[in-house]
């Protein structure tokens, strides 16, 4: 399973590490490579972390980044739910920017003798920004592999039927404990517009999910809207942008909205400091009166069966039938007597 990544401390050194590594990806930055890195060595980073150090301590927990630990508990749920049809299956979560990165975490599961590796990126919507950057770094550390694994990936489920049903039932349940506002805004993450330009499906999925979700809740095309966050930079992004999208429904005369992320899977900065803090307290400046952040899926049952559905309709083949611990070990052991007795050390 592979997420974005975090900083390991909501302090500026952390935080540059991380802004470092994460911005240094051509598929993330398209623009000439040398003009970028000086802008990025030369200004971004002597800046930009401090500033985001502050942002991430707004939303840090006493055992350290949310992100980290809806990653954690997503992948100890998701390796409890499928031991009952892969016994012995092993379930490990990565980063793609941070630690554990992908190479330490393929390494580990090699030492233990994999040899069927399935990659799980945690984006439902496909970006090259994104997804693509967790294959290229699957496949630069298999270069270096002499014995490689079967491999699988597994592209995203912007429409699996599974995920949009989670999504609607947390935003049921949501409107069931507080209440439901005037209007449901889907704020997905932002890309540059040139990537949608470039033949990116980042904006049509992003979409499509939303139409999705709207269409199973009865909603009117009135009552919801698609908008994007997290710009950066001064090119023009996929619109329209989701903090001036409230505060305009706000001058409009809308009181009440609430705000849903289903293009995250776990509660991050981009949704609990840019959407439950900053673009909270924008809608009520500009006169709305009820904002209602909705949280992500995070570790949900429902959520992480609609994950092992996704891994059961991949790897149907590679489900074996289900044997006894006593059965597994005892052919194991037999393996190393062969094994050894033509010279292997191990």
């Known amino acids: 399973m592979v997420q974005l990544g975090t900083p390991k401390a909501a302090e500026a050194p952390a935080v540059r590490r991380y802004l470092a590594q994460f911005l240094s990806d051509p598929r993330v930055v398209e623009i000439p490579r040398l003009l970028w890195l000086f802008i990025l060595h030369g200004i971004i980073l002597r800046f930009r972390p401090a500033a985001s150090a502050k942002k991430y301590a707004s939303i840090w927990t006493d055992k350290g980044s949310p992100l980290a630990l809806h990653t954690q508990a997503q992948c100890d749920a998701l390796s409890l739910r499928m031991q009952s049809s892969y016994p012995g299956l092993m379930v490990r979560y990565a980063m793609r920017y941070g630690d554990p990165s992908i190479a330490s975490v393929m390494r580990e599961l090699r030492e233990q003798g994999m040899q069927r590796l399935l990659v799980l990126a945690m984006y439902p919507q496909y970006a090259a920004s994104t997804t693509a950057t967790v294959w290229d770094e699957v496949f630069n550390e298999l270069k270096r592999w002499r014995n490689l694994p079967e491999l699988r990936m597994l592209r995203g489920f912007h429409r699996d039927k599974a995920y949009i049903d989670a999504l609607v039932s947390r935003i049921q349940e949501h409107w069931a404990e507080h209440g439901r506002g005037e209007k449901l805004v889907f704020s997905f993450h932002g890309v540059p517009k040139r990537s949608l330009l470039m033949g990116d499906p980042y904006h049509c999925e992003c979409h499509v999910t939303a139409r999705l979700v709207a269409e199973r809740l009865s909603l009117s095309a009135e009552a919801y809207q698609v908008t994007f966050q997290s710009r950066f930079g001064r090119a023009e992004w996929l ?3 989701t903090e001036p999208t409230l505060i305009s429904l706000a001058e409009g005369g809308l009181k ?13 900065l981009e949704t609990l ?66 094994a050894k007795a033509i010279g292997a050390d191990r």
């Open 239 to 241: 619109q329209p942008y």
């Open 273 to 338: 400091e840019e959407i439950a803090q900053e673009a909270h307290h924008a809608f009520l400046e500009a006169g709305g009166e009820v904002f209602s952040y909705i949280p992500c899926l995070n570790d949900r049952p429902d959520f992480i069966e609609a994950l092992a559905q996704r891994i059961h309709a991949a790897t149907g083949d590679w489900q074996i039938p289900v044997r006894s611990p006593a059965c597994i070990k005892s052919d194991d052991e037999q393996r190393l007597l062969r």
């Open 256 to 268: 009440r909205v609430d705000v849903f992320c289903p293009g995250f899977v776990s509660d991050c």
